[in-house]
T-cell receptor
């Protein structure tokens, strides 16, 4: 079945540092890939997405590129802010062996210090 | 648009009590979902409804029941609450297409404590 593996957190950074959160997946076919963000006390919200190989999703300074050859969708940001402190979830859906129901990673907590 | 709304926001129950968590969406989505979120466990799917009139079990359905009341509303019922059901519950919705490009929209969550 489908699976998503994220790096374990928490990831602790100083403001303006470079961020990478690794995400790899196992799925058949060409799933869509997503990053969701969950701010404290809130539900998840879509951060960015990519629907085919080599697509780059971007939003709010975050980027992720759909790498079919390495089955990865790593999240990056060049300069993090305290307000980026949240939990980040990688997810996929629509693999040929699965369904439209997303498979989520376990989430990576990001803590940014001033 | 309100998006996905959930009630209540917080609830404390005693073991054995019952309650219903309510969820509604105003985006005309076909599919709706109930998840629970526990520390270190990520999100786990309890039940989902692919379309109005259908419901299916997810990863952790035991101890729960659901009702898809109409296209907008999807409720989750705990018939006899247990401490193991202490969690944060999220409702979500999506267009439900089979093509995979299918982002989910989440409600703000219900924080449930069972004593």
């Amino acid at each position: 079945g489908d699976s998503v593996t994220q790096m374990e957190g928490p990831v602790t950074l100083s403001e303006e540092a470079f961020l990478t959160i690794n995400c790899t997946y196992t799925a058949t076919g060409y799933p869509s890939l997503f990053w969701y963000v969950q701010y404290p006390g809130e539900g998840l919200q879509l951060l960015l997405k990519a629907t085919k190989a080599d697509d780059k999703g971007s939003n709010k300074g975050f980027e992720a590129t759909y790498r079919k050859e390495t089955t990865s969708f790593h999240l990056e940001k060049g300069s993090v802010q305290v307000s980026d402190s949240a939990v980040y979830f990688c997810a996929l859906s629509g693999s040929s062996g699965g369904s439209y129901i997303p498979t989520f990673g376990r989430g990576t907590s990001l803590i940014v210090h001033p | 648009n309100a998006g996905v709304t959930q009630t209540p926001k917080f609830q404390v129950l005693k073991t054995g009590q019952s309650m219903t968590l309510q969820c509604a969406q105003d985006m005309n989505h076909n599919s709706m979902y109930w998840y629970r979120q526990d520390p270190g466990m990520g999100l786990r799917l309890i039940y989902y409804s692919a379309s109005e009139g259908t419901t299916d079990k997810g990863e952790v359905p035991n101890g729960y029941n659901v009702s898809r009341l109409n296209k907008r509303e999807f409720s989750l019922r705990l018939e006899s609450a247990a401490p193991s059901q202490t969690s944060v519950y999220f409702c979500a919705s999506s267009e439900g297409t089979s093509g995979g490009y299918n982002e989910q929209f989440f409600g703000p969550g219900t924080r449930l404590t069972v004593l």
